[in-house]
């Protein structure tokens, strides 16, 4: 089993449509939670942490289930810019001094006009 | 501005030969990192650094080498014993003792074959 798994899609959808992605994570000792946007031939970058208690940051919801070991990304009123691909990221230290990353393989998102 | 910056952008590799890939950063980070992403993966670690003249390898490091013999500078060899090279690399940093925040990458190399 992947220590990461996402739905690698892709995900087609309209402009203004609302798209939610799930991600499953191996290591119940996990620690720290991100979503990760990456377009095509560029360097991931940073969406939003995603905390136990949800949190919001305009039309992207991020859920944590630490019983379930799940995360999820809700986009809402999609815009055509958000044709990227995202990643579910998860971070465990275990004991270290040092977090070590782990990067789901990521999910294709296309918005269409 | 503060970031990371990564050189060259594209970088060709004939059979046998070594190549070094630079990443440097100007935010007064301990900790670096490498990572390699392959085509419809997610990323994975090669080394990283906690502090100068300190590293440790991740999940891939056959066929790689680094230094970090100053805080700003942690470049990256891709030796001949490397067999497929063909990649995206990234290159991240975090302070150190802020291990649970978000990584923060620089533009990346793209590594080919000759």
């Given at each position: 089993r992947k220590e990461v798994e996402q739905d690698p899609g892709p995900f087609n959808v309209p402009e203004g449509a609302t798209v939610a992605f799930n991600c499953t994570y191996s290591?119940?000792?996990?620690?720290s939670f991100f979503w990760y946007r990456q377009d095509c031939r560029k360097e991931p970058k940073l969406l939003m942490s995603v905390y136990s208690s949800g949190n919001e940051d305009g039309r992207f919801t991020a859920q944590l289930n630490r019983a379930s070991q799940y995360i999820s990304l809700l986009i809402r009123?999609?815009?055509?810019?958000?044709s990227a691909t995202y990643l579910c990221v998860v971070n465990y230290a275990g004991g270290t001094s040092y977090g070590k990353l782990t990067f789901g393989q990521g999910t294709i998102l296309t918005v269409h006009p | 501005d503060g970031g990371i910056t990564q050189s060259p952008k594209y970088l060709f590799r004939k059979e046998g030969q070594n190549v070094t890939l630079s990443c440097e950063q100007n935010?007064?980070?301990?900790a670096m990192y490498w990572y390699r992403q392959d085509p419809g993966q997610g990323l994975r670690l090669i080394y990283y650094s906690q502090i100068v003249n300190d590293f440790q390898k991740g999940d891939i490091a056959e066929g790689y080498s680094v230094s970090r013999e100053k805080k700003e500078s942690f470049p990256l060899t891709v030796t001949s014993?490397?067999?497929?090279?063909?990649a995206f690399y990234l290159c991240a940093s975090t302070p150190t003792g802020a291990w649970y925040q978000p990584q923060h990458f620089g533009d990346g190399t793209r590594l080919s074959i000759l």
């Open positions: 290591n119940s000792a996990s620690q009123d999609s815009k055509l810019s958000d | 935010l007064n980070h301990d014993a490397q067999k497929n090279p063909t």
